[in-house]
């Protein structure tokens, strides 16, 4: 064999070790990408079962979830409701009975709320209503006043009622003074207890007469106590007066304690 021969033998021979080389290496990584391949479609499978089972929770809550309920007003309208608990207020019913209650209880005119266009021309006069003080002597409050008491409860309005007449200038019969409450700061409810919440307000009564024109400001701050009643049944009943005082109490709430407002909250 010449030199020729075995130099050209020993190239095959590398040229053949190179090619198994290469082969193994195409081998492996086809056997690399098949794997990869599949922890990636395990992994893909994996997500896709999570995701599942967090449909699954969405669509269990939502089934066990009480649809909303419409009502119909008398005006045709329908709005949507929600069902709470028989002791449970939202702050903005608190809030809206509170300051409606007490101004109406503490805004003194003289006239009587119109009921016609005539009577928002040329409101009636006011007598008010007589009330025995609790030290026997007599007084009155005016009719709104006496209206708005019935949104409190029955043991706190007798009192609360004595001293209202007790305060009540008897020339806002007259038509010569007014008083005006003006609400600087109305907190939201605190709840106390079950059914039971506290307000604070912060506010002033303005009084004007016909020889004080500017008013003399009197600070009105209170701790209001609000539970929570059955709403009456306004359907059973046509008659005026019935229906003012059905009116007040149309929110579920009474107030049953009044207390000042201790001067370091505020």
Do not use: C
Not at 112 to 136: M, Y
Not at 244 to 265: F, H, K, T, V
């Amino acid at each position: 064999m010449t030199s020729s021969d075995r130099h050209s033998g020993s190239r095959n021979a590398k040229h053949k070790r190179l090619r198994f080389l290469n082969l193994s290496s195409k081998n492996i990584s086809t056997g690399d990408t098949l794997a990869l391949f599949a922890v990636g479609t395990f992994s893909l499978h994996l997500l896709t079962l999570f995701l599942l089972l967090l449909l699954y929770g969405s669509y269990s809550q939502l089934s066990r979830k009480a649809p909303p309920s419409l009502v119909q007003l008398e005006t045709g309208k329908s709005i949507k409701v929600a069902s709470i608990g028989s002791l449970e207020r939202t702050p903005q019913v608190i809030l809206h009975f509170v300051s409606d209650t007490m101004t109406l209880m503490m805004n003194w005119s003289g006239t009587l709320p119109p009921t016609t266009v005539e009577e928002a021309a040329k409101p009636k006069p006011d007598t008010g209503i007589d009330i025995r003080s609790s030290s026997n002597g007599s007084g009155k409050v005016t009719s709104s006043a006496w209206q708005a008491s019935h949104a409190l409860s029955e043991d706190f309005r007798k009192e609360f009622l004595q001293i209202l007449a007790e305060i009540t200038p008897p020339a806002v019969f007259k038509g010569t003074t007014q008083v005006v409450l003006v609400p600087l700061s109305i907190q939201p409810p605190i709840k106390i207890a079950e059914g039971k919440w506290k307000v604070k307000m912060v506010a002033n009564l303005s009084i004007f007469d016909q020889g004080n024109k500017l008013g003399e400001v009197i600070p009105f701050n209170k701790e209001i106590f609000v539970q929570a009643v059955e709403a009456p049944d306004m359907a059973t009943t046509n008659d005026g007066l019935a229906a003012a005082i059905y009116q007040m109490r149309a929110s579920g709430l009474e107030i049953y304690a009044i207390r000042d407002l201790p001067q370091e909250n505020l």
